[in-house]
Structure formats: structure tokens, C-alpha cells
């Protein structure tokens, strides 16, 4: 990959985790800030109780994707980043630029997606 491009996807891939640890950080206070006041009456406990449970998957998937973030920083560092996890291959460059903390090929995530590629930790 062209040293260009390159720099392009790490500078856009660190704009990226600045932005989601700033969101899983603010979620994360959000989530303790529902705690603060015992909520009253049965409503204002399950209120307060779905807040919580929709916050903490929110935050999940949050970390989930900053772990993608981190781990395309990685491989950038490594010099294997745009080459597919599984099977070796060059990563189709629409597709990094679309989503560039993608680990696989559009064949292998479509096998991965089926549960046919062993090996594979998603």
C-alpha cells in the first residue's frame, strides 16, 4: 500500500479512537451518574434500571469498535495492515476506506458471517 494512503487511514483510524474514547468515557459517567439519587418508586426504578442496561450496551458496542480501532493501528505498525487475517489477501481499498478497521477480505467476513471460517475470532 502506498505510504500516502497509508498515513491517510492511520490519521483517519486515531481521529477515530480519540473520538470513541471520549464516548465511552462520557457513557461510562452517564452510566454512574443514573446510580446518584435512589429513584423513589417502582417507575423510577425501572426507568432508572433501563437507562443503566441501555447505557452499558451502548458502551459495549462502543469498546467493541475501539478494540477494531486499536487493533487497524496495530496492524498499520506491523506493516500487515490491508491484508485479510485469514486468508493473506490484499483487502479491497473501497472497502478500507469504508470501514478501514476491517480484518478481512469480502470473502472471508462473508464466510465468517455464515460460521463457516474456522479459526476466525470475531
Not at 27 to 39: H, I, N, P
Amino acid at each position: 500500500m502506498e505510504k500516502k494512503k497509508l498515513e491517510n487511514f492511520k490519521k483517519h483510524l486515531e481521529e477515530r479512537q480519540k473520538d470513541l474514547r471520549k464516548i465511552v468515557a462520557r457513557t461510562e459517567q452517564d452510566g454512574r451518574d443514573a446510580d446518584v439519587g435512589t429513584a423513589q418508586d417502582i417507575a423510577d426504578r425501572a426507568a432508572n434500571s433501563y437507562t443503566k442496561e441501555f447505557l452499558f450496551h451502548q458502551s459495549n458496542n462502543e469498546r467493541q469498535l475501539l478494540q477494531m480501532v486499536e487493533g487497524a493501528l496495530a496492524r498499520i505498525r506491523e506493516g500487515s495492515f490491508g491484508e485479510c487475517i485469514h486468508c493473506g489477501n490484499e483487502i479491497n481499498a473501497k472497502r478500507l476506506e469504508a470501514v478501514p478497521w476491517t480484518r478481512y477480505c469480502i470473502a472471508c467476513q462473508e464466510k465468517m458471517e455464515k460460521g463457516q471460517l474456522e479459526g476466525a475470532n470475531a
